[in-house]
């Protein structure tokens, strides 16, 4: 070390206030933990949960039925899907509980509670899950 005129080392003049330990920034949080938590606070995680299922449809529910099925919307707990044909309504309205349990599984909030299939000319299918 090299002694400076008022006879301190340099490095003695860098020295931390804090008694020389670092001041270490926490790691870094991967964005979806900051977003989940964003959302929590806004009291809207619940509602993001649900909506989910429209941009994962698919992959929940599979190719043959997404070509014939595509969720409109969620209203509250309530999945809206619009069905390309009677015959589709049908087949769907029976698979209710199945489609219930793919579009919910892992899920610990935000569960779609009811599916109202829309027939593509605008007739309604409201039966509860599993109900007819």
Known sequence: MVESPWGRSRRAKWKRRDGGARNRKAPPEPVGGLVETMFARLGIAEKVER?????EW?????SPIARVARPVRVQGDTLFVEVESASWRMELSMMRPQLMRKLNAGKR????ERIVFVQADGRYSEERDGQS
Request: net charge neutral.
């Open 58 to 62: 698919e992959d929940l529910v599979g």
């Open 51 to 55: 909506a989910s299922v429209v941009a």
């Open 109 to 112: 909030r935000g569960r779609i």
